[in-house]
């Protein structure tokens, strides 16, 4: 045997050696499970012994956060879960089922306690807030249908807010709330509206769920979360606002916002709805205006004046992009056009938001820009195609040329060769 | 030899013009009229050329030397092969100089040489309008030697190198339509290659060569590599053998020598190539400025736009693949028939004129004709589904 193959087998000596007192060292270490029951297995930390005969609930209190944070069976519904026997585990403070009218006070417990929530930068206003909202209220007066704390963030199954699997995570909000608000038989018992369906229909729940917009409305944004209540007529405009400031801005500064206060008209949904609100569309402009107004009133007759302003500037836009998709097709440089009909498109865009003025030449402040940049840029490319036309005059030059130059090299075809 | 010339009365010696002493000098060193000889087989000389004797000496026996009327109309095709072939690798080299054969790339410099680059765009119309003349030119002088049974012997090779030359032309536009990366070259080159891949045994070799059943990247390259090097070469080769065994077996239709209203000299023979060539770029000149050719937008593999069609010349087998019943293979398998036919059956039809006679081959060959046309038709107006 050769030198090197005893130092082999010697490396793989000490290698299994280590390796067993590795495997030694974790199993000394490994923590010691609950055991001296022949469901050791299901007897965890957190449910104790509860989960031997709640199987069910233990799944669905350990899949939530609050497993991790020593919340256990006992600290919501009191009792005893170092037993299995059935009358001292469900002896002494225990509640069974915790009745719907305390659940809010339950949860407050903790979920109010300043000094418990600070490690986890939770906030400790929601109680506060419940007792403020519609459904608080309403809970207050002895209403047992209304949503408390367990129907929207659920019982032992409880995910944290930034979990996509979360019921309140900002996608499932909608469906979350819509198990009440989208109930038929329950609105209809309510009698209240269905604003789930409608907020389906919606421009806000197409941004959110078909295109992926997270920052899309969904009914807390507007309602409020755990204080939720439908907001004033007076505030819509602050409501809406929020996010279309700038249409809220030009819809101050128009007639409209002090008649409609003044006559309690709902402001923005007047025109654009409330839960099924739809996306912008131009001909509204023209068709909305008689909703309110009578069809033969000069007011109407101020929409189809904005409109006619919007389509005018958009028609120049159109041929202008016409034009540099055809210089595009040469191709010419037209990066600085591109940036132009973009430009243009956004005064466009603006005039649209001043139709909240309600008043055309603010708006037509706007389209005249959009349709100016427009046919700069159509009288530009004309003028470059007209150039480009007139430089195809060079072949008369050069024509010419060959021809000259044909007639002199057939005159010296034809001479004939010196002796 | 000496820089002066003596005088044919043996007068006082007179100094020769600079030009021809500085040809002296040079063939002291290297036999230029051993590179002068090279031109005959390009069609530009048609005598033979004595290497032995200077340059000047051997010029001025061709010079002298009356000729029977060559390379009129009738030969006017061969010599545009060779013609625009020469202005093609020209605008070609240019037009190398600045494209990058990339997938970002090509499309954003074949814009550039056109926006960008000064005469750019005349530089790359005349290459596109040098392709479709070329093209053209090879098609019919193949349907002018069949027609004038210029296949018969002693022309066999002269007619396989014809099918051979609009083979590579083929493959030349082929390749290079794909070049620009455009929406519409992408387009086409793909449809052109779920054609060309559906024939039996040809079709995967050409996969294998290009790289693929998809245009990809890497099938620009080799596109590119194939457009620029490898069909160059063949082409030049196939113009070699044609002029090569012109000389050998003589014009088509030989003027009688004897009729001296057909006589002509070099001179003048050189000087008519000059005034057809120029008449020759003259044209294409007016073609690229007049009829320039559009981009339609970088290549988008994602989106394939409405209504693409393959190459015009392929329009008719893309008929054939789309709407013949039956496995793919079988269409292919017909396609690479006709293909196959085209150069093998008229010599057949000519050793064995008991089989099938010269105006039988004619009937059918205006039938498939016919029919390609139909098929042509079918192909660009039927819209695929």
Same mark, same amino acid.
């Given at each position: 045997m050769s030198a090197r193959a005893g130092f082999a087998r010697m490396l793989a000596l000490a290698a299994a050696l280590a390796l067993s007192a590795e495997a030694a060292r974790a199993a000394a270490t490994a923590p010691v499970p609950i055991t001296g029951s022949r469901v050791g297995r299901i007897v965890t930390p957190t449910a104790g012994r509860c989960g031997v005969c709640h199987p069910t609930e233990r799944v669905a209190l350990e899949s939530s956060p609050h497993a991790r944070e020593d919340?256990? #069976?006992? /600290? #919501?519904? $009191? $009792?005893?879960?170092?037993?299995?026997?059935e009358k001292r585990a469900h002896g002494g403070d225990f509640t069974g089922k915790v009745d719907r009218g305390t659940v809010p006070r339950m949860c407050a417990r903790c979920h109010a306690d300043e000094k418990r929530m600070r490690p986890y930068d939770l906030p400790v206003d929601q109680y506060a807030l419940y007792q403020q909202s519609r459904h608080g209220q309403l809970l207050a007066k002895g209403d047992r249908q209304v949503a408390v704390c /367990?129907? #929207?963030?659920?019982?032992?199954d409880i995910l944290a807010v930034?979990?996509?699997? /979360?019921?309140?995570y900002p996608t499932n909000i909608p469906r979350t709330c819509g198990r009440c608000h989208g109930d038929t038989t329950l609105v209809r018992q309510r009698h209240i509206k269905n604003a789930y369906a409608d907020y389906l229909t919606s421009v806000h729940a197409h941004q959110l769920f078909d295109l992926g917009n997270m920052r899309a409305p969904t009914c807390v944004s507007c309602h409020g979360v755990h204080g939720a209540t439908p907001p004033d007529v007076a505030d819509i405009t602050k409501v809406c606002g929020r996010c279309h400031t700038t249409e809220r801005r030009y819809f101050i500064a128009g007639p409209h916002a002090a008649k409609m206060a003044e006559n309690n008209v709902p402001a923005c949904i007047a #025109?654009?709805?409330?839960?099924a609100v739809e996306a912008s569309v131009v001909t509204r402009l023209a068709s909305n205006c008689e909703k309110c107004h009578e069809k033969g009133d000069p007011q109407v007759a101020l929409g189809a004046r904005m409109l006619d302003e919007y389509k005018t500037a958009q028609t120049e836009i159109d041929k202008a992009e016409k034009l540099i998709a055809e210089a595009d097709a040469v191709p010419m440089q037209t990066e600085d056009y591109h940036a132009r009909v973009e430009e243009a498109r956004t005064y466009l865009r603006e005039a649209m938001t001043a139709a909240h003025t309600v008043q055309p030449e603010v708006v037509a402040s706007f389209t005249l820009r959009a349709r100016s940049v427009g046919e700069e840029i159509q009288d530009e490319l004309t003028h470059k195609f007209a150039n480009a036309r007139m430089s195809k005059l060079g072949l008369v030059v050069f024509w010419f040329y060959v021809l000259v130059t044909l007639g002199i090299l057939r005159r010296y075809r034809n001479r004939r060769p010196r002796a | 030899m000496s820089t002066t010339t003596q005088d044919p009365q043996g007068g006082p010696q007179k100094p020769l013009p600079w030009h021809w002493a500085a040809v002296a000098w040079l063939e002291q060193r290297i036999n230029l009229t051993e590179i002068f000889s090279i031109l005959t087989s390009f069609g530009i000389v048609y005598t033979p050329v004595d290497t032995r004797r200077p340059l000047r000496e051997a010029m001025a026996e061709i010079g002298a030397t009356p000729l029977v009327s060559y390379a009129r109309w009738p030969q006017v095709l061969g010599l545009l092969t060779a013609l625009l072939f020469a202005l093609e690798a020209v605008t070609g080299v240019l037009l190398a100089f600045y494209y990058h054969p990339t997938g970002e790339g090509a499309y954003a410099s074949t814009e550039g040489i056109v926006r960008d680059i000064p005469l750019g765009w005349f530089i790359h119309q005349m290459h596109d309008w040098g392709a479709y003349l070329l093209i053209a030119v090879v098609v019919l002088r193949v349907v002018r030697m069949f027609w004038h049974r210029l296949y018969l012997a002693p022309r066999e090779v002269l007619w396989v190198s014809a099918v051979m030359l609009m083979w590579v032309v083929l493959q030349l536009d082929f390749t290079g339509r794909l070049l620009p990366y455009d929406v519409t070259s992408y387009w086409s080159a793909m449809r052109g290659l779920e054609i060309v891949c559906s024939q039996p045994v040809v079709g995967p070799f050409i996969s294998f060569v290009l790289g693929g059943h998809v245009i990809t990247e890497n099938v620009l390259l080799r596109s590119y590599v194939l457009h620029v090097v490898v069909l160059p070469l063949l082409y030049l080769i196939g113009i070699y053998v044609t002029f090569g065994t012109m000389r050998r077996i003589g014009l088509s239709v030989p003027a009688e020598g004897g009729d001296p209203a057909n006589a002509t000299t070099w001179r003048k023979h050189t000087l008519d190539f000059v005034i057809f060539q120029l008449l020759l770029f003259a044209g294409l000149v007016t073609l690229a400025t007049l009829l320039p050719f559009r981009f339609h937008g970088p290549a988008d593999p994602y989106s394939t736009p409405p209504g693409t069609h393959p190459a015009w010349y392929l329009l008719s087998a893309y008929t054939i693949v789309q709407y013949l019943p039956g496995p793919g293979w079988i269409a292919g398998l017909l396609l690479l028939l006709a293909g196959l036919s085209v150069p093998i059956v008229p010599l057949w039809s000519a050793r064995n004129p008991q089989r099938l006679s010269d105006t039988r081959l004619r009937q059918g060959a205006i039938a498939l004709f016919a029919v390609w046309c139909v098929l042509t038709l079918v192909g660009a107006f039927v819209v695929r589904k």
């Open positions: 919340v256990r #069976c006992t /600290s #919501c519904h $009191g $009792g005893d879960d170092t037993t299995t026997d /367990s129907d #929207c963030h659920g019982a032992h930034a979990d996509p699997a /979360s019921r309140v #025109c654009h709805g409330n839960h | -």
